[in-house]
């Protein structure tokens, strides 16, 4: 168990998982609701927008969330649809 992330893995049960993931698949979105949620949209928020993960990286974060036994997953963001490649 070299792998940080092995060890991370190792220590979780699923049974302390929550059942349902929000992932924030993208920064895009075609609309500027004023009721918007979203934490980097906020002035004074502070938050800084980071590089987006790619279709293949969300696919390795599911699974290893499928792994760990989470079984909902709320796609959000800005707007999932919008997320480049979205369709692979």
Not at 70 to 76: I, M
């Amino acid at each position: 168990m070299n792998n940080p992330e092995e060890k991370v893995q190792s220590r979780l049960a699923p049974s302390f998982l929550p059942a349902t993931a929000v992932l924030e698949m993208t920064y895009r979105c075609n609309h500027r609701c004023i009721f918007c949620s979203c934490p980097w949209e906020n002035p004074a928020g502070g938050f800084a927008q980071r590089e987006e993960l790619s279709i293949e990286q969300w696919k390795d974060v599911l699974h290893k969330l499928v792994g760990m036994g989470v079984c909902h997953f709320a796609f959000t963001g800005g707007e999932p649809l919008l997320k480049e490649d979205y369709s692979t």
